[in-house]
């Protein structure tokens, strides 16, 4: 596995890999890497001749007062997964070597940033949009790998590529979860034994929802978000950042009261929610293709 530093060094490997013709996926992370990354990284290792992997805890998308400081870090751990996924460039740049100077250009995608973490992390996807344009530029991978556990940050990066037309295929990959539902996230390290049990309560009351939309598909959105809502605050001490209900990928609101069968005929939708567990954030979703039945995708 060659471990490059710097831009100059991964450039060099890169275009050794174009030199022999060779497909190159990307599976752009902040590290701290757990089953879902590895989930990424696999597809990617069956997808194409070179594997990517850039661990980068990118300051340009926390806010003032989120929890860059104490975002876990294990480099040691981190690329004895990566190596056990077959990954052959792993890319680790300091704050200095990705930002030597304070950047100037901003990538701000409108409209799907409007809602969700994009409401209440303000700036946040403009630091993920200059970040992963930056890696897309230096890597020039033919494919990007990214996990629907952040189905808003899909949503953007797609608008971004379609916008700018940029020559990556974005690949989704589903939620990996833990035995009990818990979504998979480097900040579950955080959680307390109580609130580990509690958070349980996102992906539970996203399967209960899925049930009760199978049986009557006349629920309309108000109704499918006040039943989250109610399961959250019913099951947990946690502080709800947002439940939300709205349309994938645009990410805009349902605009009337009508069912969630007449709202989205044959369309996708999704169910997003955030909350907080103390200082932890967490995030989780599930989305939906109305059809005949309400499907889970
Ligand atoms: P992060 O390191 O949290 O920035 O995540 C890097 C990539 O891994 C992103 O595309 C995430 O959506 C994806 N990812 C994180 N957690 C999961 C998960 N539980 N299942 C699938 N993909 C995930």
Known sequence: M???RTKQQLRLAIRDAQKH???IGFVPTMGYLHEGHASLLREARSDNDVVVLSIFVNPMQFGPNEDLDRYPRDEERDLALAASCGVDIVFLPSVEEMYPKKPLTTIKVEEVTSRLCGASRPGHFDGVGLVVSKLFNIVQP?????GMKDAQQVAVIEQMVQDLDMNVDIVHCPIIREPDGLALSSRNVYLSAKHRMEATTLSKSLNKLHHQLKDNNKMTSD????????????NTSGEIDYVELLHYPSLTAVQDRLSIAES?????????VAVKF????????????????????
């Not at 978000?225 to 959250?232: D, G, H, L, Q, R």
């Not at 979703?285 to 499907?295: C, D, P, S, T, Y």
């Open 223 to 234: 109704e499918c978000v006040a039943f989250i809502t109610n399961e959250i605050i019913t």
């Open 21 to 23: 013709q060779q497909t």
């Open 278 to 297: 103390g200082t932890t954030r967490l995030i989780d979703n599930a989305l939906f293709q109305v059809g005949e039945v309400i499907e889970r995708v």
């Open 264 to 272: 989205f005929e044959n369309q996708r939708f999704i169910v997003a």
């Open 2 to 4: 060659n471990i490059c």
């Open 142 to 146: 033919q494919r990007a790998y990214f």
